[in-house]
């Protein structure tokens, strides 16, 4: 930093006799250094047509011009956007800034090769000389800077509408109704994301998505939909993309996998992730970690219909509405702990840490409310899927 500081105030010491011996040299020099750049620069050996030629034309002259009127001027360089329209427009031709910082260096030395020969034919001292020699150098650095400036602006600004088009393109594939395909493929190209064969779409709530969306894989998508993330995770089941995605939801959040689908049924992967969610907050799922829509098809199933799970319930232990809210609690554990171990006493009376003598009378009793239900596999079946829907089993 030291060194350019001092290069620039040499610089806008130099008389206005070092302009007045360059100027001249400026039309035939920025042919040669345009000539010197196709040669020694491969990004811009290509012919000079189109917006690619006149960029490179009045970039080179620009430079040229603005150099020297600093040092008519005597005091520091005009700014300009020429430099940082360039580092842009690097940006959008698909190359590299390294090019056009090449670029500049090569039009650097080709400048002092020509500026020097006129400053001494014109009888500059070797000072002067010596000073124009670190102008045009530092003068290099300030439009370096300003087209990194101008590149990143550009990467940045891209990286953003590309965003937004992933983003666009996760509302499309979840809503519900479908969009149509169509319209899902021509956001998909303009987002530069290849719709995949298989995919999965992750449920992330507001408090896991600071520590979930940054370790998702590359290729996730992400947007919000309602109080919920989505993230949709190309690629199809396996170890591998299981485990990438525990350790982006790590031990102590959570978030719900839906299962593997095509992408026209991403929504359809979604709702079960969502749903999923939704059973970890009643509590009838693991409150932290990945949570697999796969390992909980029952208990999805069964709040499908809310309505319908619910007037199970109530039909299938009405008997037991009615009694005081401690026994009802004691004969459904013993009900829920008798079809859990088949009617096996000892086994029931192990869970329940009572004893079997407590299970003879307790099953007796639901015998007294319930009938012949405890016999019949169908009865058995709705009283095990209420408790189900309870929660209780």
């Known amino acids: 930093m030291a060194a350019t500081e001092s290069s620039l105030r040499q610089w806008h010491a130099l008389p206005p006799a070092a302009a007045a011996a360059i100027r001249p040299e400026l039309p035939d020099l920025a042919r040669e250094i345009i000539a010197a750049l196709r040669i020694e620069v491969p990004a811009y050996a290509r012919p000079l047509s189109g917006p690619f030629g006149r960029g490179l034309v009045v970039g080179v002259e620009e430079a040229l011009r603005q150099f020297v009127d600093g040092i008519e001027a005597g005091g520091k360089m005009p700014r300009s956007r020429v430099y940082v329209d360039l580092g842009r427009g690097e940006v959008r031709a698909g190359r590299t800034l390294e090019a056009l910082l090449s670029a500049y260096r090569v039009g650097a030395r080709v400048a002092w090769r020509r500026f020097a020969a006129s400053g001494a034919a014109a009888g500059l001292d070797p000072d002067t000389l010596y000073g124009l020699a670190d102008s045009i150098f530092a003068y290099i650095d300030e439009l370096s800077a300003k087209s990194a400036e101008g590149y990143a602006l550009e990467q940045s600004a891209a990286a953003g509408e590309e965003r937004a088009r992933r983003q666009r393109l996760v509302r499309l594939l979840v809503r519900d109704p479908p969009a149509d395909p169509l319209d899902v493929e021509e956001v998909a190209h303009a987002a530069r994301w290849r719709l995949p064969a298989a995919v999965a779409a992750l449920a992330i709530p507001p408090e896991a998505v600071d520590r979930v969306v940054p370790r998702l894989p590359a290729d996730a998508i992400v947007e919000t939909i309602g ?149 019949d596999p169908q009865r058995r079946f709705e009283l095990e899927l209420a408790l189900r829907i309870e929660g209780t089993l």
């Open 227 to 375: 109080e919920l993330t989505c993230a949709l995770v190309p690629g199809p089941e396996g170890s591998a993309r299981r485990a990438a995605l525990e350790r982006a939801v790590g031990p102590r959040h959570r978030a719900a996998l839906g299962p593997t689908v095509g992408w026209t049924d991403a929504a359809l992967s979604f709702a079960r992730a969502s749903a999923v969610l939704d059973l970890a907050a009643e509590g009838a799922a693991p409150a932290q970690g990945l949570l697999d829509a796969g390992e909980h098809v029952a208990a999805l199933l069964l709040r499908s219909d809310r309505r319908l799970a619910a007037e199970l319930v109530r039909v299938a232990l009405a008997p037991l509405a009615e009694l005081p809210a401690g026994s009802r609690a004691r004969l459904t554990a013993t009900l829920a702990a008798w079809l859990a171990e088949q009617g096996r006493l000892q086994a029931v009376a192990e869970r329940l840490h009572v004893h079997p003598q407590t299970v003879r009378y307790r099953l007796g009793r639901l015998r007294e409310l319930l009938g012949d239900a405890l016999e």
